[in-house]
């Protein structure tokens, strides 16, 4: 079971470096307007569609494995008890102790 948990936290970290570097490859809105005046590397490297496409559905793709590492993690860390009551399923119920009768000075 540690070896899956090694693996999946393995595959946790290489997605979220590799979602990090995807993201940052892209290029903002407002590079559109340079990439008009003579960048033209990108439609040759990537295909004549550009890199949007590629890089996108690549950074999906890696964002998808994030999370579901994350999911796998969750479920195999957390401990197997399971209770109705949640968090509060290891509080023991408070001990009901009868009513003293006040007394009320004369």
Same mark, same amino acid.
């Given at each position: 079971?540690?070896?899956? *948990? ?11 470096? !590799? ?24 439609? #040759?490297?990537?295909?004549? #569609?550009? #890199? !949007? ?6 950074? !999906? ?10 999911? !796998? ?23 009901? *102790?009868?009513?003293?009768? #006040?007394?009320?000075p004369e």
């Amino acid at each position: 079971m540690e070896l899956i *948990q090694s693996l999946v936290l393995i595959l946790n970290v290489v997605s979220a470096i !590799a979602t990090i570097v995807l993201v940052l490859m892209q290029h903002g809105k407002g590079a559109d307007m340079g990439a008009a005046f003579g960048s033209g590397s990108a439609g #040759s490297l990537f295909g004549s #569609s550009g #890199s !949007a496409n590629f890089l996108s559905r690549t950074t !999906a793709v890696t964002a998808t494995l994030f999370f579901a590492s994350c999911l !796998a993690l969750v479920l195999l860390v957390s401990p197997a008890k399971k209770s109705d009551l949640g968090v509060m399923g290891t509080q023991k119920p408070a001990v009901q *102790q009868p009513a003293q009768p #006040s007394k009320i000075p004369e």
